[in-house]
């Protein structure tokens, strides 16, 4: 165990490389109208890119939480930091889309070990049970923190100087985090080793997760009843079925389903699914808002999002101070409904709103899932053993990417249907009183925005129910003010 005076070094240092991580994934999206033209390449094409990395991400995330747990979590955390650094140099020396994808998924690999092993370190680094949820929910919020401030930093390296700064800029950084890791975090594992490794449940779970994250993420290009998207969900399904059959004759399986028959463990997932599906799938819009009817620019819809940063780390450092004084469902619920209170304010946007419109509820949102994240977090590590932290914690990273992926994809599909609908609907209750082309265009242009603006609206509405529905689904998770206060410790 590390010493107490190291252990707000370790929580510094695992949050520079979750930060890091997470932050490439959110940059590298603006980077891409740069990488078509370098490359010559189509905008369906450069999908790829984002498509890659993510399948890679979710499909190795079971993997690295299950080596951090026998091999030593230090040991996994190293490999995946030095492995990520190495993807970002080469990614950013790619020279074609092909080599790109390659690069970005070896990039993917390496960084889907950051989460599990992160977890079970901060797990296992904080016995106390009130500094184990101060440390969890300051760690959880560095990653909506990355989200922020992503468009803010890869605005200006971008313009400065070039897409491939975006990744070339992990070199100096990472190499400031591996040597924090390197003086700082001590080696823990599980004590009793593996007899085998399940190689084949993580072949049947790398398949169904890529089946599943593929049609998430093209469904709406493909269609989501189109062949492509049939043979993925045929697929999904083929695998999960061989996956739990591999799991349940396993003597060390990658997901030990016991879990699942843990009422607070299965609550908490349900709970994350739902508020995280809600929350990706709402945010998502907001730059595309700003930028079509709000005139914004890529950067000053990134400023949209630093009042957010702020009220999550000020929320996360005050939630982790209610363990133990509150129940965590109590906390889990406030949390969630107010930040479904900040995202139904975002119904009241339209053409004439200003900043504040769309910072303030972001803000509200933000502050609402910030002092929630350390319960959530505390109570999955609070309920399982210590030597299975690190499976746990993929299991939540995992379902909380899912959950990302299905919001972002659900929600992109309601903008667009919604859209049609009101269209024809709004067409449908017009009357043009003139014959003049120039009012007709002037009406048609009309009819389309009050169309788009419905259609957000719906989007948002539809994310605030979904977190209220969390909010509800927090009052299950059962798990008591006491039981939050079982000690972790490292043999």
């Known amino acids: 165990m590390a010493k107490d005076s190291l252990k707000w070094w370790i929580l510094v240092t695992v949050i520079v490389g979750t930060f890091l991580g997470r932050l490439d994934q959110t940059i590298v999206n603006l980077a891409l109208p740069k990488i078509i033209e370098d490359f010559g390449i189509s905008v369906g094409a450069a999908g790829w890119i984002a498509t890659a990395y993510i399948l890679a991400n979710a499909v190795f995330v079971p993997v690295w939480g299950k080596l951090g747990d026998t091999i030593g979590r230090k040991k996994v955390y190293m490999i995946g930091f030095i492995v990520f650094i190495v993807g970002s140099v080469l990614a950013g020396l790619a020279w074609n889309l092909g080599s790109m994808i390659v690069f970005r998924v070896i990039q993917a690999v390496a960084g889907s070990a950051d989460y599990p092993t992160a977890m079970a370190i901060l797990a296992v680094t904080f016995r106390e049970p009130k500094e184990r949820a101060q440390a969890l929910g300051l760690w959880s919020a560095s990653f909506a923190a990355a989200a922020v401030f992503g468009p803010l930093i890869g605005g200006p390296l971008i313009d400065t100087f070039g897409w491939r700064s975006v990744f070339l800029i992990n070199l100096p950084v990472g190499i400031v985090g591996l040597i924090m890791a390197i003086i700082f975090i001590d080696e823990s594992k599980n004590e009793q080793p593996i007899k ?129 004084k509150v129940q965590p469902r109590y906390v889990i619920a406030a949390s969630t409904f107010v930040a479904g209170v900040g995202i139904f304010m975002l119904t009241w946007l339209d053409p004439r709103s200003v900043a504040t419109d769309i910072s303030i509820p972001l803000a509200i949102m933000a502050f609402g899932m910030g002092f929630g994240m350390a319960q959530r977090t505390n109570a999955i590590a609070a309920v399982v053993p210590k030597e299975e932290i690190g499976v746990a914690s993929s299991i939540l990273a995992l379902v909380r990417n899912i959950a990302g992926a ?34 007709y265009q002037q009406v048609v242009g009309l009819v389309i925005l009050k169309a788009q603006i419905s259609a957000y609206t719906t989007v948002f509405l539809i994310a605030a129910v979904l977190l209220m529905v969390g909010a509800v689904t927090a009052l299950f998770i059962d798990v008591k003010s006491e039981d939050m206060d079982v000690e972790v410790h490292v043999e």
């Not at 730059?287 to 819809?301: D, G, I, K, M, R």
């Not at 929600?411 to 003049?436: P, Q």
């Open 196 to 324: 085998s490794f399940d190689v084949w449940g993580a072949l049947t779970l790398g398949v169904a997760l890529s089946a599943i994250v593929l049609v998430l993420d093209k469904g709406i290009d493909w269609g989501w009843v189109s062949t492509e998207a049939l043979l993925c969900y045929a697929t999904a399904i083929l695998f999960l079925a061989i996956f739990y059959w591999v799991e349940r004759t396993h003597e060390d399986p990658i997901v030990d389903f016991k879990f699942f028959r843990n009422g607070v463990f299965m609550n908490t997932l349900l709970n994350n699914f739902v508020v995280f599906m809600g929350m990706m799938g709402g945010i998502f819009v907001i730059p595309v808002f700003a930028q079509t009817f709000l005139s914004y620019n890529a950067t000053e819809a990134g400023y949209l999002f630093i009042p957010m940063a702020f009220a999550l780390m000020i929320a996360a450092a005050i939630g982790g101070r209610l363990t133990g």
């Open 406 to 439: 299905f919001g972002i994809a659900i929600f992109a599909s309601v903008l667009t249907f919604m859209t049609e609908t009101n269209m024809l609907e709004i067409a449908r209750n017009t009357v043009v009183r003139s014959i003049d082309p120039a009012v």
